[in-house]
C-alpha cells in the first residue's frame, strides 16, 4: 500500500469486479459492496500513517523469545504421554504449550494438560523432599542431597542383605546374581532416554522386577 492507500481500495475494487463480471459493458457492484471497499481502503490509510507493520511483528516476536529458554517436557496427567514445551524466564516458568513436533499430540493439550501450568505455579506445591522419622507425626524439610543420599544407602542395604549370589538347579548349584527385594515402576510421563537409564539401574543392582504403570 502506498501512502495515500488507494492500492487497499482498487484491490478491493478489482475482486469485487472479478466476482461480478460485467454485463453489457458496465460492472455492478452494489452499495453493500462498495461500503466494504471504501471503509476497507480508508483503515488501510489510516494504518498506514500510524503503524510500521514490520517493526510491529518484528518487536512482538523479540517480545515472546526475548530472555526466554525452551525446554521439552512431558505431560504426567495420563498415559498417553503428550509432549510439551516449557518457557523459563529467569528460572521461572512463563508458559507452557503443546510440542508440535512431538508424535503423540502434535502440539494440542487436553484439558488437563493445559492445567499443568497452574499446577507449577500452585503455592501447595513442594519444591524440596521432605521427609518423617520412624514415630514421627511431622514431615520435615531436608535437602535434596541428603534425600539422595538417604535413598542410596537405603538401596545398598536391601540389595546387600537379600542378595542372592547362587541357587540349586538340580544338583548343581548356578550363579544367579540377583536380589527379589527391589522393584522398578515406570510411567507414562517417563522419556525414552530415562527409560533406558531405569533398566540399566535395575540390572546393575540384580533386580529383574521392572514394570509399568501408565497412571503414575
Known sequence: MDGTGNQGIKTEVQSQMERHPAKNGLTRIDRREWMRAAVGGSIGLALDGLLDLPTVRANSQKLKLSNVREFTTSCNFCSCGCGMIAAVREGKLVA?????????????LCVKGISMFATHASPNRLTTPRYRAPGSDHWE??????????????????????????EKLGDAEVPVNRTDAIAFM???QNTNEECYLFQKAARLLGTAFVEHQARL
Open 141 to 166: 524439610d531436608i535437602s535434596w542431597e541428603s534425600a539422595v543420599e538417604r535413598i542410596a544407602q537405603k538401596i545398598r542395604k536391601t540389595r546387600d542383605t537379600t542378595w542372592v549370589a547362587t
Open 186 to 188: 515406570g510411567g507414562a
Open 96 to 108: 507452557m504449550e503443546g510440542d508440535y513436533d512431538h508424535i503423540v499430540n502434535r502440539g494440542s
